[in-house]
């Protein structure tokens, strides 16, 4: 996913930030062999996003100008290095106690992940229990929302996944998530995309 946000303008514009430190509209158009508005129209959706800041500076004797800076919020895009790690440990775990013994790392997070969310009760709205969900993975760093259809479906839409550069060799890490909905809405979640098959998502349609 992360990969085809660095091919659009906006993608390519934090990839110059994170090079450049920080840079204004007139020197990222110059760049990129754009008009300065059209830089600035994207600059305004990075800025909405929360992947960048702008400040006012002022260079040399010239009115004082903005110049945009990366967020920590937008280092998520970027590679990094404990995913390395990551899949390196979970290579030792497989080798040592096989397939069963990666998938219990993952159970055991997601089940960690519901206890912390509290029992659930018959009484509570499953759309609540959802709602306690998304809120723990907005905290995790996935951006993560719940829809309802016109017809009634709940639908949990996770537009990014923490495990995405594992999932190809450990699909285990996957299961995370499965243990979190099978414990809030046991039976009733159903998931329709995924971004370890090549989806632009993972989308989880749940019966209300």
Request: one cysteine or more; charged letters at 25%; hydrophobic letters at 45%.
């Given at each position: 996913m992360h990969?085809?946000?660095?091919?659009?303008t906006r993608g390519k514009i934090v990839g110059a930030l994170r090079q450049r430190r920080s840079a204004s509209a007139f020197d990222l158009a110059d760049q990129f062999g754009l008009s300065p508005n059209a830089i600035r129209?994207?600059?305004?959706?990075l800025e909405r996003d929360g992947l960048i800041a702008g400040r006012s500076v002022r260079r040399g004797k010239t009115k004082p100008t903005v110049e945009y800076s990366l967020t920590t919020e937008a280092e998520r895009y970027f590679p990094q290095?404990?995913?390395?790690?990551l899949n390196a440990v979970l290579r030792e775990i497989r080798t040592a106690g096989g397939d069963d013994a990666v998938k219990a790392v993952f159970d055991k997070i997601g089940k960690r992940t519901a206890d912390r969310l509290g029992p659930v009760t018959s009484e509570e709205p499953a759309e609540t229990r959802?709602?306690?969900v998304v809120s723990a993975l907005k905290a995790s760093g996935v951006e993560a929302e719940l829809r309802r259809t016109e017809h009634g479906t709940l639908m949990?839409?996770?537009h990014t996944?923490?495990?995405?550069?594992?999932?190809?060799e450990h699909p285990e890490a996957c299961s995370a998530i499965h243990t979190i909905l099978d414990r809030v809405a046991p039976g009733k979640a159903q998931q329709v995309e995924s971004l370890a098959t090549g989806g632009t998502e993972c989308r989880f349609e749940i019966e209300a």
């Open positions: 990969d085809r946000f660095f091919d659009s129209q994207q600059l305004v959706i290095r404990y995913d390395k790690m959802l709602a306690q949990l839409h996770e996944c923490p495990y995405a550069s594992v999932v190809a």
